[in-house]
């Protein structure tokens, strides 16, 4: 395993800042963390002058699929519980069950998020199924089928296999909402759902 796009523009702690690193237990390429989470929490963090971005990171498998990121903060001592209260109140609707954050010392849960990951078989299928199909119209039509029980995230392209990933309240609601959708879409023949 290894830790892609990693970086941090800050080389030294003063009394005055405090490092926070918030863990995201989801599967998450690099330019979908910063879509989803680091710039829009930066452009909040500039906007109050309470803080910034200062690095982020991809776990990444041998195979090089995502399996979980960190994000790094430098915030303002003075600001520090507000902004705790910012990630948990955000990380309810967006942020994935066993994600946290840390900072001194202290790491608080954070997310109540289930994910669904949607493995599509990249190879075994009929040539003409792939030459006809997109899978972004499998990711539109996933999403509109959901709604508000969740939404499609980000994926990973391997080998043999193309995963999407969606993130909602309920994994088994979700589940249930497109399987009619999956055993008829020609992309998603032999697809398997798996809780992630």
Known sequence: MKLFNR??????VNDEICNVVLHLNMRLMPNDRGALFEDPI?????????????GGGTL????K????????????????????????NVGIDTMAKGSYVEYDGQKDEVGNLEGLSLILDGTGLDENVYKENDV????AE?????????????????EKNTN????????DEMK?????????????ENSIIEQI
């Open 136 to 139: 972004n119209d499998v990711i």
């Open 42 to 54: 930066d452009e909040v963090l500039h906007k109050h002058n309470i803080g910034e971005v200062t």
């Open 176 to 188: 249930e909402i497109i399987s009619d959708y999956t055993k008829t879409s020609p992309l998603c």
């Open 7 to 12: 970086k941090s523009k800050v080389e030294t």
């Open 60 to 63: 990444l498998s041998e195979g």
């Open 65 to 88: 699929m995502p399996i979980s990121c960190d994000i790094d903060f430098s915030i303002k001592k003075e600001q520090i519980d507000n902004f705790i209260s910012f990630l948990k």
């Open 164 to 171: 999407l990933y969606f993130y909602g309240n309920s994994f």
């Open 142 to 158: 996933i999403d509109n089928l959901i709604e508000e029980k969740g939404q499609y995230h980000s994926y990973y392209i391997g």
